[in-house]
């Protein structure tokens, strides 16, 4: 029995999954960013004060 | 990080000393400037208030006896206190007072956490701190019993209301001189940790289960991974827990049960079957991911040239992401996964546009965030492979003998 030929990708397709993991890789990049300005805060431990008076 | 150094040019080998010496830099610099200053920051927090430490000690649970500018109230106290929450370690700050109908509490502080952001803001928004106040100091303060935890954010919500009630308990007893009548904490171990129990063992045979319903056990799995792990606990492993492990973020096991089951299975199947069981069939991220990409039926390749180049993608991205968490002793300042974010749709930034990024590539190529982004799927598979190493360095494999005629 033939063997089925692999069916080839073509060029867009190959340029659209290069741009989404592109895009993510980005992203996450950004996500960094974001992150080391929480790092260089002058007290980076203090991230969240949540006070509850009572009503 | 398992790399071949066989196989590695000897910059490579250069980087990668660099890159690992960083690393240790950043581990060692970040314990050292970890020490924050909560008898500072609890004052700040009541500026109205006279605050004087009660206790002698320099270290955590801290009581203080506090006082109106006004009217002193001697039946004021507040308490600093630690806790364990599932991404590390918490502190706490309760402030009760002695009323006509007894002790009630007045303010919960949360002066530092180790949490995802997502998490946090869940437990905000669905009010979690908000059935604290005005409650009792000898209430039992038990999830389940007096206190809703947060879907979602479970283990968060566990971690938050253990140090509460520590801190309130420890006040009422020392210092408003109030007997213990509460019910003293036990294991929490719920339904949730059980289910979680089961979900692993069908995990493990599903490894090796090979039968006519194989297909349908496999999507039983993954539903179930996906209600329990994802939408109801929340507890997805991601590279801020691999982390936290390393900086000693590890809770107590009567606390947080699920933690224990969860990193138990996780790398038992790493180190006993030798199978990465954790991203086959208990990540619910990857059974989102597997379903868009099933409902799209898209199969867009990746070019090869950049195949071949994930693993660098995955482990620069790794290595900035840890040294993040290892300078900022917060595990969720490096985790850059959307698991959190995905199953809470709680999100800070950014993190926003990485969900949806990772969701329409998988959308379009299949395995997508796992094969290119996923640092947990690349450690544990490097695990895999480390244990087959060991496992062919001490058991070497005899050759097959070469086939003869008689064979046949």
Same mark, same amino acid.
């Given at each position: ?45 203090h ?9 | ?12 080998? +250069?980087?990668? &000393? $660099? ?6 830099? #950043?581990?060692?610099l970040?314990? @050292?400037? =970890? ?32 006082a ?60 979690f ?9 000898s ?13 979602g ?6 971690? +938050?209301?253990? &140090? $509460? ?6 006040? #009422?007893t020392?210092?408003?001189? @109030?007997? =213990? ?7 929490n ?39 329990l ?5 929340n ?89 993040l968490i ?27 546009y ?47 003998p ?7």
């Amino acid at each position: 029995m033939a063997r089925k030929k692999k069916k080839l990708q073509k060029p867009w397709q190959y340029q659209l999954s290069f741009a989404l993991v592109g895009l993510t890789g980005l992203l996450v990049i950004g996500f960094f960013v974001q992150s080391s300005k929480t790092v260089r805060e002058a007290e980076p431990i203090h991230i969240a004060v949540e006070r509850v008076k009572a009503d | 990080m398992m790399v071949n150094l066989q196989k590695l040019l000897p910059w490579e080998r +250069f980087v990668q &000393a $660099i890159a690992f010496t960083l690393l240790v830099v #950043a581990f060692v610099l970040g314990q @050292i400037a =970890a020490k924050p200053d909560y008898d500072a920051m609890f004052r700040a927090q009541l500026p109205n208030l006279d605050v004087v430490r009660s206790d002698k000690n320099s270290s955590l649970p801290a009581i203080y006896r506090l006082a109106d500018d006004a009217s002193e109230s001697p039946g004021a106290v507040g308490v600093v206190a630690p806790g364990s929450g599932y991404g590390g370690p918490l502190v706490v700050a309760v402030h009760a007072v002695r009323t006509e109908e007894g002790a009630k509490i007045q303010d919960v502080i949360v002066l530092d956490h180790k949490e995802s952001p997502a998490f946090l803001d869940r437990l905000q928004n669905k009010r979690f701190f908000k059935q604290f106040a005005n409650m009792d100091v000898s209430s039992d303060f038990l999830i389940g019993s007096d206190i809703d935890a947060v879907s979602g954010a479970t283990v968060s919500s566990i971690g +938050f209301a253990t &140090a $509460i009630r520590d801190a309130v308990h420890l006040g #009422a007893t020392e210092h408003l001189g @109030i007997l =213990a009548t509460w019910q003293q904490s036990s294991w929490n171990f719920g339904a949730q940790d059980v289910l979680l129990i089961v979900l692993f063992a069908a995990a493990y045979g599903a490894a090796y289960y090979r039968g006519k319903y194989t297909k349908y056990y496999r999507w039983g799995i993954a539903a179930s991974a996906l209600i329990l792990v994802g939408f109801y606990t929340n507890s997805s492993v991601s590279l801020g827990n691999l982390a936290g492990i390393v900086m000693g973020y590890v809770p107590p096991l009567k606390q947080h049960p699920m933690w224990w089951i969860m990193m138990i299975g996780v790398f038992g199947s790493v180190i006993v079957l030798g199978r990465n069981v954790y991203c086959q069939y208990i990540c619910p991220f990857k059974v989102v991911t597997d379903l868009l990409s099933s409902i799209s039926g898209i199969r867009l390749k990746i070019r090869p040239s950049l195949q071949r180049k994930a693993r660098l993608l995955i482990l620069t991205m790794s290595w900035v992401g840890l040294m993040l968490i290892f300078l900022s002793t917060h595990p969720a300042l490096g985790s850059y996964e959307p698991f959190a974010m995905m199953f809470s749709l709680e999100g800070i930034g950014i993190q926003w546009y990485i969900l949806p990024a990772a969701l329409i590539g998988s959308f379009f190529v299949p395995s997508f965030w796992c094969r290119l982004f996923c640092p947990v799927g690349f450690y544990l598979n490097e695990g895999v492979r480390a244990r087959r190493s060991l496992r062919d360095f001490l058991f070497p494999r005899k050759p097959k003998p070469p086939r003869t005629g008689a064979d046949e």
